[in-house]
């Protein structure tokens, strides 16, 4: 009976999450943060940000393929299923409903100037997530000069985003700073300015003499 109620929250979870998500994979974002790290407990938002990651260098829709890591790192193979079968439901009912009464649905103008506030909102909720990743991600000057570089290289260059995954990859195994902290201390001892430990205030105190 748990085995099937924790079934049935994954799929509730990813269809609401389908069911919510307009504009894409990348959309998909903000809720998931909200669905899984948030409310869940399910992943961290570093866990969160290399599914969408990995989802981007594999083949098929961004938005499935991190549904099904999620599902996988859960329940395994029949997680994977649940939480892929749950991503795409809506949109598969949805699709079908529109298909079947609205031929002309794309031209609708009520239809359009909806999608017009639809995408704005999105915008929004994107930029908002990609902050709190940035936050959590960016935590050296390596770190900024390599999301810069892979900001460039997409955004300046329309390169495939692929690429900029992969070549990330590459740089933090073979820079071993890269996984280091650089931030210069402030206040007691902290990066953000808290006390640190006894131990580490005794060091201070042994240099400082």
């Known amino acids: 009976m748990d085995t099937l109620k924790s079934f049935w929250r994954l799929f509730a979870a990813f269809f ?19 669905e899984i790290v948030e409310k869940h407990g399910w992943t961290t938002r570093e866990e969160l940000l290399d599914y969408f990651a990995i989802g981007q260098c594999t083949p098929g829709i961004i938005a499935v393929n991190t549904a099904t890591f999620i599902g996988y790192k859960l329940k395994k193979i029949p997680g994977g299923v649940v939480a892929t079968v749950g991503v795409i ?24 100037k909806a999608f017009v506030g639809i995408r704005v909102a999105v915008g929004a909720l994107i930029t908002s997530s990609v902050i709190k990743l940035v936050k959590s991600s960016v935590k050296n000057v390596l770190h900024i000069l390599l999301a810069v570089a892979a900001f460039v290289v997409v955004a300046v260059f329309g390169q495939n985003p692929v690429w ?46």
Request: include cysteine; glycine fraction near 14%.
């Open 16 to 34: 609401k999450i389908g069911i919510m998500t307009f504009g894409g994979g990348y959309a998909m974002l903000p809720m998931l943060e909200r």
């Open 89 to 112: 439901t809506p949109s598969v009912i949805i699709i079908s409903v529109i298909a079947a009464l609205l031929s002309g649905f794309g031209d609708n103008v009520w239809v359009t």
């Open 164 to 209: 900029a995954v992969l070549a990330a990859a590459v740089f933090g195994l073979c820079v071993p700073a890269c996984g280091t902290m650089t931030w210069k201390k402030t206040g007691q001892g902290k990066p953000d300015g808290t006390a640190g430990t006894e131990k580490e205030k005794s060091e201070e105190g042994q240099n400082d003499a």
